[in-house]
């Protein structure tokens, strides 16, 4: 492990939020059509239905998000793993606000009382 990867880190946690809020955008987008069509004399009917091309390809879009946002979650634990294998506590502390919690060195110094 090294410093890029601790670095890494923070922007991960960032680009796991943004497919999280993709992913729910995603599952509220609707699938169902609708169209309003005259009907003779007698005015105009509102015809709706389910396009299902549509919902096939938002159900393989929504797979690979959650494939590519579990691969994040993965990188992301292997960090946080090696970050709790460290065996001084003070080293560990810091590197948990610095990387894990994104403080500054000036808010780590606050919180470890150095």
Known sequence: MNKEKLIE????????KNLE???DN???QSDIVADVVQNGYKGHIKISGIDL?????LEVYEIKLQTFYDKL???LNEI?????KIEQSE???????KYIDNKNWIQIQFKMRI
């Open 21 to 23: 809020k993709r992913i």
């Open 80 to 84: 946080e793993d090696y970050i709790e």
């Open 53 to 57: 091309k549509r919902r096939y390809k």
């Open 91 to 97: 080293i560990r502390q810091i590197l948990r606000y």
């Open 73 to 75: 979650i993965e990188e």
């Open 9 to 16: 880190y923070c922007k991960l946690k960032r680009e796991t």
């Open 26 to 28: 995603l599952r509220k």
